[in-house]
């Protein structure tokens, strides 16, 4: 009589399976070869070039940086740029996103939005040259109606590049803000409303509080995005001053001065203040309920 | 200002309609609820009962028509001044308050003292009994205990009417029964109107005082559950209420209600509950009072198909010789392919006409 043996150990495979592996898992190989091939390997690269610097010392990049101002002045200008243009797009975006909410054709709206990221900051920027030069047609309009006796400059300085950023970042903040809002249970705010909430008292007790993890992210994403203008900093702003970004600075050191190992120092330098600003922003999110936002346990 | 409890004696529904483009999804809903009744509102999905509670609520608009508690209409302002309480279907639960804030959310929105706020918070939830999870999130409850929030959250402003839809529907059957019970005592330790919305006969019989039956957004029968038990008024309002045989059926004599009819060739008395056009007619009856009997003599004769054991009794299904299904009770188990003969009691077999 032959018998199985039911008490020993399972297999390799089987004990595999249950911590996850099995040959699924497989499938996610080719992305982490994409990833460590594009992001993983390029950004040790450049930290490793980073500290390999021209005249050979460790830290000499980064001792270059932070004491000329024409170069450490750039962080300050970038944020200048990046934090305004995010807040004022997640302004916009949320009241937009509420009213958006409710509308019972919302793929109409939402195609016209997307249409100026598809278009890619470039176009933007030739067109709102164009747009709003001195001979374009926001200055002639305004003239025509007496609100201004001569062009007001809107390129080539801080504001064409803060408008930019704010026209190719506000449908990407709109749309996610517009996810999270839509993620709150609309029978919610019906159960505030029942219980004597006015809607403002129903914006700031229920909405706010469930939004403001969500809105945490947006910022983060939008103002990682704002943080390294390129194009419209160039194309609309004045590239030598008020707008020098610290990717212009970048730009430079490696392509007008062939000096890549300062270029890849800016880099990392630029990825660290995102990394602060975005830390700094995901630890006031800890402060807030971050569980799901619906009703039920669902 | 948002109506006291203390001093209403009527809320009173007027015509209240409610379209949704050319669908009236509720038509003319007229009823006049005193201080103090639990009312159900009972139909099958679609019938119109949650539009009615919503438009009640004030989180849809009515169509057409008025509501008025006692002299002052109310249909006319939003829904945060009506003062009603609302308990949801998912119990809508603010996932980001503790079980206290949850319940004291209404207080705060009157602006009550915070002292007197936390005094009736505390006497709420020892009303729903949820002493130890005072301070606990939504998500960290069981259904259950979140229903009792949700409960505790709409009465602890006292309204004059507290609106219910479907409560009890995500629960299991155990915590189901023993909710029923809950409510009906938060009821009436409260003294207000509670409205019931649900699909579950079961549940509008033992919690109501009167049930409003609607089909089609509108009213087919209001009654206590007594009435709409043992006489409903319409062959589809008999349906819902359990009468689950529809035996076609020949009128023979009729003398007022006391009908004669004849299913198959076999001669029944039953009790006609509405005037018929023709002799064809439609005999209704509950399982439970259509009985397989040992001897042949009296009973519709049918040959049974399965039978389910209930613990006291037997349930069975048979089929009539015209094709007709039958459910029918029995003290023992008969095998499938046996005839049996089925006996109605007269007093439960009711008679309407079969022209719909």
């Known amino acids: 009589m032959s018998s199985v043996d039911y008490h020993s150990n399972p297999g390799l495979k089987a004990r595999l399976a249950a911590r996850g592996l099995d040959s699924v898992t497989l499938l996610v190989l080719p992305a982490i070869a994409l990833l460590v091939g594009l992001f993983v390997y390029p950004f040790l690269y450049g930290l490793w070039l980073s500290f390999n610097p021209k005249d050979g010392s460790l830290l000499g990049n980064y001792f270059k940086f932070f004491s000329d101002p024409f170069l450490y002045d750039t962080i300050g200008t970038t944020l200048k740029l990046a934090v305004p243009v995010t807040i004022l797009n997640l302004v916009f975006a949320v009241p937009v996103a509420f009213r958006v909410r409710l509308m019972k054709n919302q793929r109409l709206l939402t195609t016209i939005l997307v249409l100026p990221i598809t278009l890619g900051t470039v176009l933007v920027a030739e067109g709102m040259l164009n747009y709003l030069g001195p001979q374009g047609w926001a200055n002639r309009i305004m003239m025509l109606f007496g609100i201004i006796s001569s062009p007001v400059k809107l390129t080539n300085n801080y504001w064409g590049v803060m408008l930019s950023l704010v026209i190719t970042g506000f449908p990407f903040t709109f749309l996610l803000t517009l996810s999270y809002i839509s993620g709150i249970d609309p029978a919610l705010e019906q159960a505030a409303a029942t219980l004597g909430a006015k809607a403002s008292a129903r914006f700031r007790h229920i909405f706010l509080p469930l939004l403001i993890p969500g809105l945490a992210i947006t910022f983060c994403l939008s103002f990682v995005q704002a943080y390294s203008v390129f194009p419209s900093a160039v194309l609309l702003g004045a590239p030598a001053g008020p707008t020098r970004v610290i990717s212009i600075a970048a730009y430079q050191a490696a392509f007008e001065e062939y000096d890549y190992s300062m270029a890849s120092a800016i880099a990392m330098i630029m990825g660290a203040v995102q990394l602060v600003v975005v830390a700094f922003v995901l630890q006031i999110r800890n402060l807030f309920y971050r569980g799901p936002a619906g009703g039920a346990k669902g | 200002m948002a109506p006291s409890l203390s001093s209403f004696k009527t809320l009173r529904l007027d015509g209240v309609s409610r379209d949704f483009g050319t669908v009236n999804a509720?038509?003319?809903?007229?009823?006049?609820?005193?201080?103090?009744?639990?009312?159900?509102?009972?139909?099958?999905?679609?019938?119109?009962?949650?539009?009615?509670?919503?438009?009640?609520?004030?989180?849809?608009?009515?169509?057409?028509?008025?509501?008025?508690?006692?002299?002052?209409?109310?249909?006319?302002?939003?829904?945060?001044?009506?003062?009603?309480?609302?308990?949801?279907?998912?119990?809508?639960?603010?996932?980001?308050?503790?079980?206290?804030?949850?319940?004291?959310?209404?207080?705060?929105?009157?602006?009550?003292?915070?002292?007197?706020?936390?005094?009736?918070?505390?006497?709420?939830?020892?009303?729903?009994?949820?002493?130890?999870?005072?301070?606990?999130?939504?998500?960290?409850?069981?259904?259950?205990?979140?229903?009792?929030?949700?409960?505790?959250?709409?009465?602890?402003?006292?309204?004059?009417?507290?609106?219910?839809?479907?409560?009890?529907?995500?629960?299991?059957?155990?915590?189901?029964?023993?909710?029923?019970?809950?409510?009906?005592?938060?009821?009436?330790?409260?003294?207000?109107?509670?409205?019931?919305?649900?699909?579950?006969?079961?549940?509008?019989?033992?919690?109501?005082?009167?049930?409003?039956?609607?089909?089609?957004?509108?009213?087919?029968?209001?009654?206590?559950?007594?009435?709409?038990?043992?006489?409903?008024?319409?062959?589809?309002?008999?349906?819902?209420?359990?009468?689950?045989?529809?035996?076609?059926?020949?009128?023979?004599?009729?003398?007022?209600?006391?009908?004669?009819?004849?299913?198959?060739?076999?001669?029944?008395?039953?009790?006609?509950?509405?005037?018929?056009?023709?002799?064809?007619?439609?005999?209704?009856?509950?399982?439970?009072?259509?009985?397989?009997?040992?001897?042949?003599?009296?009973?519709?004769?049918?040959?049974?198909?399965?039978?389910?054991?209930?613990?006291?009794?037997?349930?069975?299904?048979?089929?009539?010789?015209?094709?007709?299904?039958?459910?029918?009770?029995?003290?023992?188990?008969?095998?499938?392919?046996?005839?049996?003969?089925?006996?109605?009691?007269?007093?439960?077999?009711?008679?309407?006409?079969?022209?719909?």
């Not at chain 2, 009972?42 to 006692?70: E, M, Q, V, Y």
């Open chain 2, 26 to 356: 509720l038509r003319d809903l007229t009823l006049n609820i005193e201080r103090g009744e639990f009312v159900a509102l009972l139909g099958p999905s679609g019938c119109g009962k949650s539009t009615a509670l919503n438009c009640i609520a004030g989180l849809l608009p009515t169509s057409r028509g008025a509501i008025f508690l006692d002299d002052q209409r109310l249909d006319i302002l939003p829904t945060e001044e009506r003062g009603f309480g609302m308990v949801f279907q998912n119990y809508a639960l603010f996932p980001h308050m503790t079980v206290r804030d949850n319940i004291g959310f209404g207080l705060k929105m009157r602006g009550i003292p915070k002292a007197e706020a936390a005094a009736r918070v505390e006497k709420a939830i020892e009303t729903v009994r949820l002493g130890t999870q005072a301070h606990k999130l939504p998500g960290q409850l069981s259904g259950g205990q979140q229903q009792r929030v949700a409960i505790a959250r709409a009465i602890v402003v006292e309204p004059p009417l507290v609106l219910m839809d479907e409560p009890l529907s995500n629960l299991d059957a155990k915590l189901r029964l023993e909710m029923r019970q809950e409510i009906r005592r938060i009821h009436a330790g409260l003294g207000s109107i509670t409205i019931y919305v649900t699909h579950d006969q079961d549940e509008a019989l033992s919690l109501a005082d009167r049930i409003v039956v609607l089909r089609d957004g509108m009213i087919r029968q209001v009654g206590t559950p007594e009435d709409l038990y043992a006489r409903p008024a319409h062959l589809d309002v008999a349906e819902f209420m359990g009468f689950r045989n529809r035996i076609p059926a020949k009128l023979k004599t009729r003398s007022g209600d006391a009908v004669a009819i004849d299913v198959n060739g076999v001669l029944l008395q039953g009790i006609a509950r509405e005037e018929f056009k023709g002799d064809d007619v439609i005999a209704a009856i509950r399982p439970d009072d259509l009985f397989a009997g040992e001897t042949n003599e009296g009973g519709i004769p049918a040959v049974v198909e399965a039978m389910e054991y209930r613990g006291r009794d037997f349930f069975g299904s048979a089929r009539a010789k015209d094709g007709t299904e039958l459910f029918f009770r029995a003290s023992r188990r008969h095998a499938p392919g046996e005839t049996v003969a089925l006996i109605a009691d007269p007093a439960r077999l009711l008679v309407y006409g079969a022209a719909q």
